[in-house]
Each structure stands twice: as structure tokens, then as C-alpha cells.
């Protein structure tokens, strides 16, 4: 079609132009040249004829169509099959053989009917139960081509879907479809269809498959769409929320489309809460090794001087859950491999670590203890370009506290100048424009004295010397005006990367003709006749006009009108035909590699140069023009004082508008932050090679560390990442240490918002903040706004509770939805109480609840003592997280007259909220608190409250003079530091002074009046 479309386009031009032609040449010249003229254009027409026919594409038959089709897939087969590109990930737990991996049938709440899955009314359950090496004999028999793999963080979803597609055998049968592995986060439905995202994405990942086929996204497409190709989508839990509903919608509207899906079970789950299942889609789940194929596979695969070590670690796998647990998935377990592969290291360390301090810290141990292991390793290839172990964790260290105080789990490039301070880049805006203006007025410098010496009026002289004379004063007033203009500028965030783009062709030559239509009527038939009409014509205009040909005999303003508007026409017309875009945005962020869409960047700002200089030697030229023309200039500066000008001004252009590009920062970023030794010069070099060991992984456009606690612990106990919201957190835990609830609270508030909104909701640092704004909302009864945040969270997932008791907090969820009596309420907490106790399964939450309702039944007695109950588990090792426990309890004892225990007890709370429990989901916890916070908002009128503070504190002081005591300077110290606790350099220092203003407010006489004032110094929002 498009090949017709420029046949019958260039026969058009060749018809057009003979038109044209025979009328000059009749005009010009006799009859006999016409002739000539047309045999010339026949002769033409004949060679092209010929030409076509000649390299005329010819369909070719069915049977060479199915038999390259074959072909094809046959190479696309050979090509999975050796692609390197995984290797280092496979070899992690497929040596010295493949670690067991198991799946079963995902239960029936997350199956569709096995009718649709079957694709008849007469089919019936399929046991897709099994172990590694048969996934895709087992997909074979599914007959809608459609399955989902689900299954915790770290479960081997990558591995399996590797080995998949690595599984199918060489000689393949004729309609077999090939597995091919993508990445599902760089898939925007919004921007591409799934087809046509799929043969993109096979296109980049195997560049060599149909390379020498001149229509090769035609190929690939039949091969898709023949269902030739089994897309493997792996990582779907890694797309973000919103566009991860939007793919799983795409892929229910084709219902025939086969594939293979990889996603976390809590994401899908969550999904399933608010999205239909996928349709005909199979559902299995992996399950954990078991412990004896663990300890096997750790001791054949550790090193010979680590043999008699592994031995004894695995003996006691069996007997020690918490261990057991911690290597429950193969990313622990390869972690744990390749920790302790060095001589000198003992896992027999893990023993005894397991025993004092749990699972976690074994998880966080093989994770520190991974990450040298990588680092010494070989893995990569021989071309990597490699770092010294120690050298390499600093600049992995720096990036991980670079992330932490920016609450940011993924890496963009383009991001890095957010580690330099705002005091930095506005000096660098400053000396940028400096720059700029420097570079205009020196390169001006001769066409602003001929000026000079050509203008009548001696001010404008002057003025005009004067600039050409003192480009340093100018020079300086930039900068200095400039850089204090950036300093007191909020926002500035990242600029993302652009690119070059061709926006020009026919459709934009006439769009370019019509916008030069209406601008030429309006700025030169009007606005020139309107300025021109008062004035008398020179001699210079007039001699003008009288060269153009055709020209009626108007008046003269008039006339300039309208050649002005030609010109402008005809000027807009071929700029839009012929318009190159500098700055057209990267469409396909998620898909390009960090290289490529660096020198796309960096070739748009180095091609912004070109329209630059050349419109701004046009500006300066039409200007010197018009000046000239109207009689203002007596003549005409030197042509080449004016094209210097013209370049001094584009270059000055081009530094204000794409010196601030991201390229630019990102290499002044990285530059700076090399000098200092954080990151080093070849910071995407490094980042391929921390890649290449596995430490890191790209998707979406960003990169992020292969496992969410990598991050935290490579940060750990660095000061820059501290910054952020840890400043804010640690200000909040000031003002609760001094009874400042409700401002703590909003504080706390503030940083649970900015943490869901940037790392999600079921982030550890996330976690903390909302159980930190829960204690001090309870504390200060603000139960409208805990509602609020609760309501940030996604609902949880279902678990695997017994239906008795599934079903008894059902019905508390309804009781509480459909404010029910407190005494249905009390009976139903109860039972829910007796249910979990007799299952074992008890972990107090519904012992909380009991107590918050027997709270708000007004029996306080009865509260106090079971929130004073709940709390005295914690010196058995609880740790569960209780913040409205802790809260309630604290403002009980204020209540009390105890305002010391009521402060211990917030504190210690606060210090539990940085420990997250290994035992108890987030968001079931989530749901809890949401109980125990609607039915206190039942009972609570805050406002009520607020007024009954505000009229008691008026009564009380009527009549006496304004205190300026300890209390009160040190309130005004706290809203100070509050104030500039955002600051980049005055936030640390903020929270340092707030320290001693919380020491001097948390004597036990200023913390009854502090809770019991009228309003508090600050709310949230």
C-alpha cells in the first residue's frame, strides 16, 4: 500500500511538473520546442516504467510463505536456545545441577473455570502439577495456550520461565510455537498494542533474526500473529499499578492470544480485588523447596574447603524453622552459595544467628555477605569491564543512600543531579548564564559599534558602545541575577531525556502553509500597513518594492504589506516541511537501553546548536534589514560583523534554553560526584557491570537492586541517606518524645504520602511511617486523618486460614462496615478470638481490636487492662507491631496523671516501628487497624473536642498576661526547625537543634499542658 501510494505520489509530481513546463516553454519559446519538451518527459516516464517493473515486488505463493514462516521460527528457536544474555542468571542454581523447583495447581479462588481454560463446555480439571524440566510439556496441554506462574518474592519465577523456554526440543515439530523470555515492565499498553509491542521487543532482543529482510517488522508480525510465538512476560509484579491493570485488561480482550505469565501471588491477588482473572488463563504456584533438597544442593555445590561446613549447616535444616525459613527460595539459597565461597568464611556463622535473632537477619547477613561475593566473582564475560571489590561497594553504597534519601527504589540517569544540592546548580545556572551572555556580546562586539556609528539618536549610541565595551559587567549581573533567581526557585526537578525527530513532510508543509496564511494577514498585512501608514516612505523601501515583479501599483505601505505576508507564508510553509524536532521526548523509556537513550540526548543537544545559530543570524539579519529600510539606520553594518552576531546570539541561545538539558547535568553531575569519589566517571559502564555480577537489574527505563533489602542494607548507616524523609521521620520522633502528637502526626502523615507515592505501599520504610502515624494519631485521637492514610493501602490478600476463621473476620469486616452495635462488635471479636486461639493461629490483632471496642463501649478499665496486657507481651518477644495499642495505652496513662510511662510507652513503640515483623502480612495488619479506627471515629467527635479545648483555654485566660517562658521559646524553636526542615543544607541542622527544644519540652509538668492546649502548632497539610 505505501509503495502504491509513492507510485502514484511521484507520477503526480512528474505530471504537474510537465504542466508547468510545457506553459513556460509555449510561453517562452515556439510550438516544435513543446514537442521536444514532451518527448523528453515520455522518455523519462518510459524509464521509470521499466524500472518498476523491473524491481516490482511479486507475491509470493502460499507454500514459500509457510516455508520461510518455518524457517523463521526454526531461527528464532536456535537463538533462545543460545542466548547468552541469561546464562550468569541460570548458573547461579543450575550447577552443579539445576536446584528443584516444584508447582501445583493455584488454588480455585484464583483459577477461571477450567471450562474456558479447556475451551469447551466438557472440559474438566487438568493436573498441572510438576518440577522443573516439564513446564513446557505441561503448558503443551493446556488448550487455550494461556498460563500464569505465581509465586512469592525470590521463588524462582525468573529461573523457571529461563529454563521454559531453554526446555523445547531442537528439532522442533512443524506448528510448535517458540517460548521467547521478555520483560513485561517495558510493556505501555497505553502507548503500544501488545502485537505491536512484541515485535518490537523481538526485534531488539534478537537482532539478528529476518536482518537481511527488507520488510523485517512485516515478518516478524506474521510470525506473531500466526501463533509461532509463546511470549514468556516475565516480572509482571514489577509494572507499576495503574498500567499493570491496563496489560492484564489488553490481554482479556484477546482472548486467543497465548502466553505465559510471571507475577507475584500478593500482587495478582491484590489485582483479583479490584480486576477480573484472566480469562482461559491456568493458574499454578511454586512451591518451596524442601529443606532436604536444600541441604543436598548446598553441600554438592560448595567448594571443597567448604564442604564439611555446608554438612553441618544442612543437618540442622530440619530442626531449625527460622534457618530453614531464610533458605526456603532459591534466591537465598544461591545468595547463600555465593557467600561463602571465599576461604575464610564459615556458614556455620548461620547457625547460631538463626537461633538469637531470626530469619530476617539471616536474610540480611547473605544478602551483605552476597554482595562481596559478587564482586569478586568472574561472572560477565571476558569484554566487561571490571571495578576492585572495595572500590565497587563504596559506589554501590553511595547509590543505594542516593535512593534512600530520595525514598526511590529504581536509578534513572537522568536522575543523578538530584545528589548534587540546589545551592550547587543554582552557581552552575548562574555561570551557564554568564556564559551565554558573554559569548553574545563578544561575538557582537563589532556589529554593535558599526550600529552605533549608523543611529542618529546619541542615547541609543551610547547605550549600544557601552554594551559592546563592558561584557563583563553584563557578564556578572547575569550571573549573580540568575543564580539567585534558581536558589529561591522551588521545584527544578529532573529533566528527562529528548531526542531527534523528522515532524516535517506534506502533511506539515500544509499545515506550515495555513498557519503562514493567517500569521502573514495578520503581522504583515495588517500590523506592517499600520505602522508603515503614518510614516513617509524612504527611498530605501520604495526602491525595494519597485524590484519585486508583478507588483500592483498600492500604496506603499500596502505593497510592503503584502510581500511581507508572501514571505512569511512561504518561510512557515517550507520551515514546517523541512522541521527537525531537538526536542521530541523519548517515547519508549522503559524499553531503551541507558546508552541509547544517553546519545540520543546528547545528539539532540548538540543538533539544537544548528536551528539556534541559524535563526538567530536570520533574526539579526531581517532586523538590520527592516532598521534599514524604515530609515532608522543610515546604512548597513559589514555582512560578516552581522553573521558573527547572529552566532554569538544562537550560541547564547542554545546555553539558556539546552544547556540545562540532561545530558548536560548528567555530565556535570557525574563529573562532580567523580572528583569526589562517590560514583565513577563510567557510572553506566559500572552499572552494566554491577548488572552483569547480579546485583542490579534493568527494567522500565531505570535500574533497580536485584533484591528490595539490598538497598537498605548497603545504605545503612551512611549520613546522605539520611536526608529526605528520614530527616522528617526522625524530626516527628522529637516531637512525640516531647508529647507533640498531633504535629508528630502530621509529620508522620506527610512521610507515609511521600513514601506510597514513590516506593509503594508495601515498602519496609513505608511500613514504618504509617506505624508511626497510627501510635501518634491514637495518641492525639485524630482518628479522621488515620482513616485517610489507612486508606492509602491496598486491600489484602487473601490467605490461607482455615473458612472458620476466614469467615468469622468476614463478618467483623461487615459489622464494622455497616457501624453495627458495639456489643455485636464485642461478641464477634471475641468469638474471632476463640476461633484463632483453638487453630493456634493467634497473633493478637483480634485481642487489640477486643480492647479498642471495649475502649469505645466507655468501659475504660476493662481497655486499660487488656491494652496493658497486650503491651506486656513485648518482654516475651513479641513483635508484632501494636501502634494503636501503644497509643491508647499512652494516653490512658497521660489521663492517668503518669505522663513518664505514657512517654515511655510511645517511645519504645516508635523504636519497634524500624523491625518489621517476619510473621504477619503488612496488609492483614492494615485491615485490622482500619477496624479499630473506624469504630473509634464512631465514637470520637473531634471537632467537639477541638472547640471544648479552645473555650477552656480562653476561660482560663482571660485576665492574664502573655507567658514568654521555656515552654513557649522552645515551640517557637520547633516551628522554626519545622519550617526549614526541607532545606538540603539547613534540614540536618533543623533536626539537630529540635533535639534539645524536645529535651527542654519533656518534663512531665509541660507535657500535660502540651497535650491538653487548645491547638496545636501545626496540622497536617
Not at 511500613?767 to 491514637?778: E, H, Q, V
Request: aromatic share 6%.
Amino acid at each position: 500500500m505505501r509503495r502504491q501510494v509513492w507510485k502514484w505520489g511521484l507520477l503526480g509530481v512528474v505530471a504537474g511538473l510537465s504542466a508547468a513546463g510545457t506553459a513556460w516553454v509555449w510561453t517562452r519559446y515556439d510550438f516544435e520546442k513543446v514537442n521536444w519538451a514532451w518527448g523528453v518527459v515520455a522518455g523519462v516516464i518510459a524509464v521509470y516504467v521499466v524500472l518498476d517493473q523491473i524491481f516490482l515486488t511479486r507475491p509470493a505463493t502460499p507454500v514459500a510463505v509457510a516455508a520461510h514462516r518455518q524457517a523463521l521460527a526454526d531461527e528464532l528457536a536456535e537463538l533462545v536456545r543460545r542466548d547468552p544474555a541469561d546464562d550468569a542468571l541460570l548458573r547461579t542454581v543450575d550447577e552443579p545441577y539445576p536446584l528443584p523447583v516444584r508447582w501445583r495447581n493455584a488454588p480455585e479462588r484464583l483459577q477461571p473455570s477450567w471450562r474456558s481454560i479447556g475451551r469447551s463446555s466438557d472440559a474438566g480439571l487438568l493436573d498441572l502439577a510438576g518440577r522443573d524440566g516439564t513446564l513446557w510439556s505441561h503448558y503443551r496441554r493446556v488448550p487455550s495456550g494461556r498460563l500464569l506462574l505465581l509465586g512469592p518474592a525470590g521463588s524462582g519465577k525468573s529461573i523457571i520461565a529461563l529454563r521454559m523456554a531453554r526446555e523445547s526440543p531442537v528439532h522442533r515439530e512443524p506448528d510448535a510455537p517458540v517460548p521467547v523470555v521478555l520483560s513485561a515492565d517495558s510493556w505501555d499498553p497505553d502507548r503500544l498494542p501488545f502485537h505491536d509491542w512484541l515485535v518490537d521487543r523481538i526485534g531488539r532482543r534478537y537482532p539478528q533474526l529476518a536482518a537481511d529482510s527488507p520488510r523485517r517488522d512485516a515478518v516478524l508480525r506474521d510470525l506473531v500473529e500466526t501463533d509461532l510465538v509463546v511470549p514468556v512476560l516475565d516480572g509482571l509484579d514489577e509494572v507499576p499499578e495503574d498500567r499493570l491493570i491496563a496489560c492484564l485488561e489488553e490481554l482479556n480482550a484477546l482472548p486467543t492470544q497465548r502466553f505465559v505469565l510471571t507475577c507475584r501471588t500478593s500482587v495478582y491477588e491484590r489485582y483479583l480485588s479490584q480486576g477480573e482473572k484472566l480469562r482461559g488463563t491456568a493458574v499454578v504456584i511454586l512451591e518451596p523447596p524442601a529443606p532436604a533438597e536444600v541441604a543436598d544442593y548446598l553441600v554438592d555445590a560448595a567448594p571443597y574447603h567448604q564442604v564439611d561446613n555446608w554438612s553441618t549447616v544442612a543437618g540442622t535444616l530440619d530442626d531449625d524453622p527460622e534457618l530453614a525459613g531464610a533458605l526456603s527460595t532459591p534466591l537465598m539459597v544461591a545468595m547463600a552459595r555465593s557467600a561463602f565461597d571465599a576461604p575464610g568464611t564459615d556458614p556455620q556463622d548461620l547457625v547460631p544467628l538463626a537461633r538469637e535473632r531470626g530469619r530476617r537477619s539471616v536474610e540480611d547477613q547473605l544478602l551483605t555477605r552476597a554482595v562481596d561475593a559478587a564482586l569478586r566473582s568472574r561472572r560477565g564475560g571476558q569484554g566487561l569491564r571490571r571495578w576492585a571489590p572495595a572500590r565497587a561497594r563504596a559506589y554501590l553504597s553511595y547509590l543505594a543512600a542516593h535512593l534512600e534519601s530520595l525514598d526511590l527504589r529504581e536509578f534513572r540517569w537522568w536522575e543523578l543531579p538530584a545528589a548534587l544540592p540546589r545551592p550547587f546548580w543554582g552557581l552552575v545556572d548562574g555561570l551557564r548564564a554568564g556564559l551565554a551572555v558573554w559569548l553574545a556580546v563578544a561575538l557582537a562586539r563589532d556589529a554593535l559599534t558599526g550600529t552605533a556609528a549608523l543611529v542618529d539618536e546619541r542615547w541609543v549610541a551610547d547605550l549600544l558602545e557601552w554594551t559592546a565595551r563592558r561584557p563583563d559587567v553584563l557578564t556578572a549581573a547575569a550571573v549573580v541575577l540568575v543564580a539567585a533567581f534558581a536558589l529561591l526557585r522551588r521545584g527544578g526537578g529532573s529533566v528527562p531525556p529528548v531526542r531527534v525527530a523528522f515532524t516535517g513532510g506534506p502533511r506539515a508543509l500544509a499545515m506550515g502553509m495555513r498557519d503562514g496564511l493567517a500569521r502573514g494577514a495578520a503581522s504583515g498585512s495588517l500590523l506592517t500597513w499600520a505602522l508603515l501608514w503614518p510614516l513617509p516612505p524612504t527611498p530605501q523601501l520604495v526602491a525595494v518594492l519597485e524590484r519585486v515583479p508583478g507588483l500592483p501599483p498600492w500604496s506603499v505601505p500596502t505593497q510592503a504589506g503584502v510581500v511581507l505576508a508572501v514571505v512569511v507564508c512561504a518561510y512557515n510553509a517550507v520551515r514546517s516541511a523541512l522541521r527537525v524536532d531537538v526536542a521530541a521526548p523519548v517515547d519508549d523509556l522503559a524499553a531503551a537501553r541507558p546508552d541509547e537513550t544517553v546519545r540520543a540526548d546528547r545528539a539532540a543537544t548538540i543538533a539544537a546548536t544548528v536551528p539556534a545559530v541559524a535563526g538567530s543570524v536570520l533574526q539579526v539579519l531581517v532586523l538590520m534589514a527592516a532598521l534599514r529600510l524604515t530609515g532608522v539606520l543610515s546604512g548597513m553594518p559589514p555582512l560578516p560583523t552581522l553573521l558573527y552576531a547572529g552566532v554569538g546570539l544562537g550560541l547564547g541561545r542554545w546555553l539558556l534554553s539546552h544547556g540545562r538539558g540532561a545530558w548536560v547535568r548528567f555530565a556535570v553531575a557525574r563529573g562532580v560526584l567523580a572528583l569526589r569519589r562517590r560514583t565513577p566517571l563510567q557510572l553506566l559502564s559500572f552499572l552494566s557491570y554491577a548488572e552483569a555480577v547480579g546485583l542490579l537489574r534493568y527494567g522500565a527505563g531505570g535500574y533497580r537492586f536485584r533484591h528490595g533489602r539490598l538497598q537498605g542494607r548497603l545504605a545503612a548507616r551512611s549520613a546522605i541517606a539520611q536526608r529526605g524523609t528520614r530527616l522528617s521521620e526522625e524530626f516527628g520522633l522529637e516531637l512525640a518524645r516531647a508529647g507533640y502528637w498531633t504535629e508528630a502526626l502530621a509529620v508522620f502523615a506527610d512521610v507515609t504520602r511521600t513514601r506510597v507515592a514513590n516506593i509503594g505501599p508495601a515498602d519496609d520504610l513505608t511500613a514504618a511511617a504509617l506505624r508511626r502515624a497510627l501510635l501518634a494519631g491514637a495518641a492525639a485521637r485524630e482518628w479522621a486523618l488515620l482513616a485517610e492514610l489507612l486508606a492509602l493501602m491496598p486491600p489484602p490478600a487473601a490467605n490461607a486460614s482455615t473458612v472458620e476463621i476466614q469467615a468469622q473476620r468476614e463478618l467483623v469486616a461487615r459489622l464494622v462496615a455497616g457501624r453495627a452495635p458495639l456489643v455485636e462488635l464485642v461478641s464477634a471479636a471475641e468469638e474471632l478470638c476463640r476461633r484463632e486461639e483453638a487453630a493456634g493461629t493467634a497473633d493478637l490483632v483480634a485481642e487489640e481490636f477486643l480492647a479498642v471496642v471495649c475502649y469505645a463501649e466507655g468501659d475504660v478499665d476493662a481497655a486499660r487492662a487488656r491494652l496493658a496486657r497486650l503491651w506486656d507481651t513485648r518482654s516475651t518477644g513479641n513483635d508484632l507491631p501494636m501502634p494503636i495499642v501503644a497509643g491508647l495505652l499512652a494516653r490512658l496513662l497521660l489521663d492517668g496523671g503518669d505522663p513518664i510511662a505514657a512517654l515511655t510507652v510511645c517511645h519504645q513503640e516508635m523504636l519497634f516501628a524500624d523491625q518489621p515483623p517476619h510473621r504477619s502480612d503488612l496488609f492483614v495488619l492494615v485491615q485490622r487497624w482500619s477496624w479499630s479506627v473506624e469504630v473509634m471515629r464512631r465514637v470520637t467527635d473531634e471537632r467537639a473536642e477541638l472547640h471544648g479545648r479552645v473555650r477552656r483555654a480562653m476561660v482560663e485566660r482571660r485576665g492574664r498576661p502573655i507567658e514568654l517562658g521555656r515552654r513557649e521559646l522552645a515551640e517557637i524553636g520547633l516551628q522554626a526547625s519545622h519550617a526549614v526542615l526541607g532545606h538540603p543544607t539547613l534540614g540536618p541542622l533543623a533536626v539537630a537543634a529540635s533535639r534539645r527544644f524536645a529535651s527542654a519540652l519533656a518534663d512531665p509538668n509541660i507535657v500535660v499542658r502540651t497535650v491538653n492546649r487548645s491547638a496545636p502548632m501545626w496540622r497536617a497539610g
